[in-house]
């Protein structure tokens, strides 16, 4: 194993077949020699921990992350005694309460987590959830006086609620109570008037806990709810709701809406996926079961196979079939239900598949988009639960900012949703179209987007998006990186390395899965696989064999040098594990390939 400098070119490679520089990740050797005294870890280790800006004294806990020292003060959240207070009163009273929930996988396991609470508790409530295609997202008048026309008596908003001001606004108005469970970004002075309010992003919350999803401030508020039902002595004779046998739901919401693991949100998907691995939740041991998954629970198990069929039934079916999975206790109706999501999910891969190939066809057959700072794509009839992932993959495909926007013609109008690349504000430019007076409604933040058109200013609208985002486009073309932790032989890729790099898992946003590199590897029997994929096997001077796959690339230029056998190759990427007849091995996921002649 070698190191090969923090600088950008990293091997040579200034540009790889995806456009891209490769750098490794910089490191301070001071500190890097810090981990390996302290920790007893391998330079490679303790360099990366180093590289994702571990210090010396949070080392500890980053490599054994627990609740016990990392779990913050419930009262240190605005408002959180207060919804506390609020909610035990209402559990007193034996009110009707509503559980109402974002239609995605954060909001399904906060509303999850909540329901299970008041029902250990004696009180069963009630789940909502807006249909993304009729209602659009969050809380609406229309919606709160339904509910408060069948009898509820208080409103828990859960990953919403905290920008619905004409909502909230309403429920004031015809005496129903809300208490807001939140994590969005929230403006200065736009704080509502509800009952109660939790949100780490809201501008006077003090918690510094602001990269947590929804169900990680849930899970917070059950804590609370535990120590104000103790202060009541509400426990005495009855056996307090044990937190940690939720903390796979909580794991969820952290993992699936991309969030920092860092700090007590690493610890809770950390203790979270030891939680899960147990499969006593019958709604997660179903979908399980149907996704054909085996093993501990893992960051794959929960954002690749479980994430995806729980946010399926939000964007092509019925909205509440993930919140009733994840709180149902019958594991018949576990079972029927996660059967249900599973066809669902095969239906979204086939629109999916779909959107994302008419949009490529547009893209490489319209002059006015290759070189454009911004790709804008738009067609008659794609699925408005689908642009969102189509614009991500087309990001990752073409490292741009990409909108993808479906059109109704009968209604006259386009939804679109966008994806952006670091360094480019997207949301910011989407906001400035609106005040332009070229959308009905749009924004977002740095990174994602969404909005509605009218399609007759579609054109007016791309011309105006990629005027506004060429600047920081061109900057962030220039600094568009792939990061590299080491550089490793064909023969030293093996089992024991993949191992060691684990005491880094859970990996996520703040804590990237390592990356590595082969230098001037050749290529045999490569093979195109269904689904675009390219199966191939790395071989090197150090006379080792390493198995690679390279995920649908077949149509990309590095899938085609892959599919080439013969002349050297840089190629990148993760390791991975290979259980695959008992094996045990590992194989690599390619992420980048460069050629030396070209690089």
Same mark, same amino acid.
């Given at each position: ?6 600088? !950008?070119?990293? *091997?040579?490679? +200034?540009?790889?077949? =995806? ?8 490191? $301070? ?20 921990? @180093? ?7 949070? $080392? ?6 627990? !609740? ?39 909001? @399904? =396991? +906060? ?11 004696? *009180? ?33 908003? &859960?990953? $919403?609620?905290?920008? #619905?001001?004409? %909502? ?38 003090? =918690? ?29 004779? /009855? ?5 940690? %046998? ?9 993992? $699936? ?19 899960? +691995? ?19 629970? +893992? /960051?794959?198990? &929960? ?40 066809? !669902? ?12 190939? %008419?949009? &490529? ?32 993959? !087309? ?37 400035? @179209? ?69 005491? *880094? ?36 001077? =150090?006379?080792?064999? *390493? ?10 230029? %590095? ?8 002349? #050297? ?31």
């Amino acid at each position: 194993m070698a190191d090969g400098g923090d600088h !950008l070119g990293y *091997l040579g490679v +200034s540009r790889s077949l =995806s456009g891209r520089a490769w750098r490794q990740r910089p490191a $301070c050797p001071e500190l890097t020699r810090r981990h390996q005294l302290d920790h007893g870890l391998s330079e490679l280790l303790a360099r990366s921990l @180093a590289a994702r800006g571990v210090t010396a004294e949070a $080392c500890g806990d980053f490599l054994n992350p627990t !609740l016990k020292s990392l779990f913050p003060d419930p009262s240190s959240f605005a408002d959180m005694d207060r919804a506390a207070t609020v909610l035990v009163d209402a559990l007193e009273a034996r009110r009707r309460i509503v559980v109402f929930a974002d239609y995605d996988v954060d909001g @399904a =396991s +906060s509303a999850a987590l909540i329901v299970r609470w008041f029902r250990a508790m004696g *009180l069963e409530l009630s789940i909502y959830v807006p249909d993304r295609i009729t209602e659009g997202y969050g809380p609406s008048p229309a919606a709160f006086r339904r509910l408060k026309d069948e009898g509820a008596d208080l409103v828990v908003t &859960v990953d $919403c609620g905290a920008a #619905a001001h004409d %909502a909230l606004a309403c429920a004031a108005e015809i005496d129903l109570p809300v208490v807001v469970i939140d994590h969005h970004l929230m403006r200065p002075g736009e704080i509502p008037h509800v009952a109660a309010l939790v949100n780490p992003n809201r501008p006077d919350c003090t =918690s510094g806990q602001g990269h947590l999803a929804a169900a990680g401030v849930s899970f917070v508020l059950l804590a609370a709810l535990n120590r104000e039902a103790r202060r009541r002595g509400l426990f005495d004779g /009855v056996r307090e709701p044990d937190l940690r %046998a939720w903390l796979d739901l909580a794991a969820m919401g952290a993992v $699936c809406d991309v969030t920092q693991l860092t700090g007590f949100n690493r610890a809770l998907a950390a203790q979270g996926l030891k939680v899960m +691995s147990g499969w006593a939740n019958p709604g997660l041991k179903a979908l399980m079961e149907v996704a054909k998954g085996q093993g501990p629970a +893992s /960051v794959f198990h &929960v954002g690749f196979l479980l994430g995806p069929r729980i946010n399926a039934g939000g964007r092509i079916g019925r909205s509440d079939l993930g919140a009733r999975l994840l709180s149902t206790d019958d594991p018949e109706e576990a079972t029927a239900l996660a059967a249900e999501l599973d066809e !669902l999910n095969a239906s979204r891969k086939d629109v999916e598949r779909e959107v994302q190939e %008419a949009a &490529v066809r547009q893209i490489e057959h319209a002059s006015n988009q290759a070189d454009a700072p911004c790709l804008v794509v738009a067609e008659d009839g794609w699925h408005p639960g689908v642009i969102g992932i189509v614009a991500g993959r !087309l990001r990752e495909r073409y490292r741009k900012p990409v909108i993808v926007i479906g059109i109704d013609r009968a209604a006259d109008v386009g939804k679109g949703s966008g994806r952006s690349q670091p360094g480019v504000n997207l949301g910011r430019a989407v906001q400035a @179209a609106y005040e332009e007076g070229l959308l009905l409604a749009g924004g977002g933040h740095a990174m994602a987007a969404g909005l509605s058109v009218r399609p007759a200013v579609i054109p007016e609208l791309r011309e105006f998006l990629c005027a506004r985002m060429a600047a920081e486009a061109e900057i962030a073309a220039a600094e568009d990186a792939f990061e590299i932790d080491a550089l490793v032989t064909a023969r030293g890729a093996d089992r024991g390395l993949w191992a060691e790099f684990q005491r *880094l898992a859970p990996f996520g946003p703040g804590n990237p899965e390592p990356t590595f590199a082969l230098a001037d590897v050749r290529l045999e029997r490569p093979m195109a696989m269904r689904g675009g994929h390219v199966r191939c096997t790395l071989t090197d001077r =150090s006379g080792g064999r *390493l198995k690679a796959v390279a995920w649908r690339c077949e149509d990309t230029e %590095a899938g085609r040098r892959l599919l080439q056998e013969g002349g #050297a190759v840089h190629v990148a990427g993760r390791l991975k594990p290979d259980d695959w007849q008992g094996r045990e091995g590992v194989q690599l996921e390619i992420e980048d390939v460069a050629d030396p002649r070209r690089a």
